[in-house]
């Protein structure tokens, strides 16, 4: 399996990880309220966790984007 140089992102893929990112982030608020509330403490820890996880999604379509704008500049304009 060769690695092809990364190509610039369609706009519908472009549009799909913005999507993403949202959801990443409606999905750590509602677990980071839900875990604020919790009162049993495995129940707050494991949505702890799912805060972290959904953290670092958030960041890696982050990235993907910022990598994106570097490639191709004159269509972030």
Do not use: F, G
């Amino acid at each position: 399996m060769h690695h092809s140089p990364m190509q610039a992102l369609s706009p519908k893929e472009l549009n799909y990880i913005a999507d993403s990112i949202s959801n990443e982030e409606m999905l750590i608020k509602q677990c980071a309220a839900t875990a604020s509330i919790a009162t049993h403490p495995a129940i707050q820890q494991a949505l702890n966790q799912y805060v972290r996880t959904h953290e670092q999604h958030m960041n890696t379509l982050i990235q993907a984007l910022h990598q994106h704008q570097s490639l191709a500049p004159s269509q972030s304009q």
